[in-house]
C-alpha cells in the first residue's frame, strides 16, 4: 500500500502555483483567511463594522462607522509586514513542506530575504501553530513520557581528563525534559520541564479523570496511579506487554530528535517549546495535503494577535 506523502492527494499545492497567482490573488487568499464569515470583505477591528471604503492605491480599509484605517494584516501577527503577499504564502508553503522542519537559513535563501527575517517568520509561524494546542483536553488511551534535549558536555582532548557525561555532577545543568501526552490515534500536547515527574501538575489539568495512561517505568509516573487508570510497561524487557506501549509518545520524538539532528541543529535554549509544539502539530497534521496544512497555519496566523514576544526582536536587547 502507497504511503500518503507519496500519493498524489498529499500534494495540492506548490511554489510554482504560489508565484504564478500573482500578487492580487495572493492578496485576496490573506482577505478570506482573515474574514471567512464575509467571504473576504473587510471588517473593522475596532468596531465590527462590515462597511469599508476600500482604499485600493495603499491595500487600506476605511471604516464607514468609526473611520479607522487599517489593513488585512492589522492586528495579526503579520502586522507591520514589509513582505509581500506572494512571498509570505510561499513562506508558509516551503514551511509546512518540510516533513522535520525547514530551517531559518534555508528558507532564507528561497525567498532571497534576510536570515534575521525568516528567523522571525518561522518563529511567530510557531506561535500561531499553538494557539491550536490552547486548552486542550486528551480523553481515551493517553500515552506519556518524556525526553531530554540541550545541555551538552563537551569532551576534553585528552582521554585521562575525560569525565562520565551521563553522571549529573558533570552535566551543565542546561538540559531541559520534552513531555508529551498524546492520544492514540488522537490529539497531542508537549511540555517543557526541568524532571519527567515535573509534569504530573500538567498532566491534572489536560487529561481527563476517565482517561488510561499509559508510561514507561520512569519513577516520575508514580504519581499518576493516584488520578488514573495508569498502565506500565518496563522498557528494559519489553517495548509492548500486553497492548501497553508508549509507542505514539516515541513517534513524536523521533521526529523532534531529526528535526533537532537534520535540520534546525540546536532547538535547546528558551525556544524549545516552540520546537516542541511544531512537533507537535507536524504529528497531529501528518495525514493533511499539504495545501490543507498551509491553509491552516495561514488562517491560524490571521486568527493570532500581534505578537509580543517576536514583534521588533531584533531591536531588542538578547
Not at 582521554?159 to 551543565?172: A, F, G, Q, S, W
Not at 488510561?212 to 518496563?234: F, P, Q, S
Not at 535547546?268 to 491553509?295: F, H, I, K, T
Request: proline fraction near 2%; glycine fraction near 8%; include cysteine.
Amino acid at each position: 500500500m502507497q504511503h500518503f506523502l507519496l500519493s498524489a492527494q498529499a500534494r495540492t499545492i506548490s511554489l510554482k502555483a504560489v508565484f504564478s497567482m500573482g500578487e492580487d490573488k495572493a492578496y485576496r487568499t490573506f482577505c478570506e483567511m482573515r474574514w471567512p464569515e464575509t467571504e473576504g470583505e473587510a471588517v473593522c477591528p475596532r468596531c465590527g463594522c462590515v462597511e469599508t471604503y476600500n482604499i485600493t492605491s495603499r491595500r487600506k480599509f476605511k471604516c464607514v462607522a468609526c473611520h479607522h484605517q487599517f489593513s488585512v494584516t492589522s492586528g495579526t501577527i503579520f502586522a507591520s509586514r514589509k513582505m509581500s503577499f506572494t512571498d509570505l504564502l510561499a513562506a508558509i508553503v516551503i514551511f509546512v513542506n518540510g516533513a522535520k522542519g525547514v530551517s531559518s537559513l534555508q528558507l532564507s535563501r528561497d525567498l532571497d530575504c534576510q536570515y534575521k527575517t525568516a528567523f522571525v517568520l518561522t518563529h511567530k509561524l510557531r506561535e500561531a501553530m499553538a494557539k491550536e494546542m490552547a486548552g486542550r483536553q486528551l480523553d481515551g488511551t493517553v500515552e506519556i513520557d518524556g525526553a531530554y534535549f540541550g545541555g551538552y558536555s563537551k569532551p576534553e582532548n585528552r582521554k585521562e581528563d575525560r569525565k562520565d557525561r551521563r553522571l549529573k555532577m558533570n552535566l551543565t545543568g542546561k538540559r531541559q525534559c520534552v513531555v508529551i501526552m498524546r492520544e492514540r490515534n488522537g490529539k497531542s500536547l508537549p511540555f517543557v520541564v526541568k524532571n519527567e515527574g515535573d509534569a504530573v501538575p500538567y498532566v491534572r489539568d489536560h487529561v481527563g479523570t476517565l482517561a488510561t495512561i499509559c508510561a514507561d517505568e520512569g519513577a516520575g509516573w508514580d504519581a499518576l496511579h493516584a488520578g488514573w487508570e495508569t498502565k506500565r510497561v518496563n522498557h528494559s524487557v519489553a517495548f509492548m506487554d500486553k497492548g501497553v506501549c508508549t509507542n505514539q509518545a516515541e513517534s513524536y520524538f523521533s521526529r523532534l530528535r531529526r528535526m533537532e539532528v537534520g535540520t534546525h541543529h540546536h532547538i535547546a535554549g528558551p525556544y524549545l517549546y516552540a520546537y516542541a509544539g511544531e512537533a507537535s502539530w507536524r504529528e497531529d497534521n501528518r495525514r493533511v495535503a499539504n495545501g490543507g496544512q498551509a491553509a491552516m497555519v495561514t488562517a491560524a496566523a490571521m486568527a493570532s494577535r500581534v505578537s509580543r514576544q517576536w514583534k521588533g526582536y531584533w531591536q531588542k536587547t538578547r
